[in-house]
């Protein structure tokens, strides 16, 4: 089994798990108070298995089965036997470095949390551009491709 549709199948399963338990919702949110105070620095990493909601879940895994499957398999090319294990790094790595700022900026605000795979799944998406750079790509339902490179500056314009 791939590390994708590992990470596919335990990031719904925790997803619906904490949506019908708050409980779980709370220890594994992005709460930067208590990774300041308690030093639960796991919060980087477990938020990104949580979602706010099943179109949040449906959303975030759709894009990272698309592209996670093909920069996966460019791992492999790549890296060889490390290449599964490098994909996951990076995805896992991602977590952690797109909650960075947040962090920093909110260490102490009591009223911040989040939640959701939208870093790192975006990670996987300019990773993939990064090794397809020409590849013709669009938007879901807009029939108009433009090449990887383009496309991705216009996510981070628009992103922004």
């Known amino acids: 089994m791939n590390i994708t549709l590992i990470i596919i199948i335990l990031t719904v399963l925790i997803s619906i798990s904490a949506l019908s338990n708050d409980k779980i919702m709370n220890d594994l949110i992005f709460y930067p108070p208590a990774v300041t105070y308690q030093k639960q620095w796991y919060r980087f990493f477990t938020c990104g298995f949580l979602h706010a909601d099943y179109m949040h879940l449906a959303f975030n895994m759709y894009g990272l089965y698309i592209f996670g499957k093909y920069v996966e398999e460019d791992f492999l090319r790549l890296f060889g036997d490390f290449g599964r294990i490098a994909y996951l790094l990076m995805y896992l790595s991602s977590l952690f470095f797109c909650l ?12 911040y949390r989040s939640l959701g795979a939208s870093g ?8 993939f551009i990064l090794l ?5 790509m669009g938007l879901l339902f807009i029939p108009v491709r433009i090449p990887g490179f383009l496309f991705g500056l216009l996510y981070l314009v628009i992103s922004s």
């Open 100 to 111: 960075l700022p947040t962090y920093m900026q909110h260490k102490t605000n009591t009223n």
């Open 120 to 127: 790192a799944v975006s990670a996987v998406i300019f990773a």
């Open 132 to 136: 397809n750079p020409l590849i013709p």
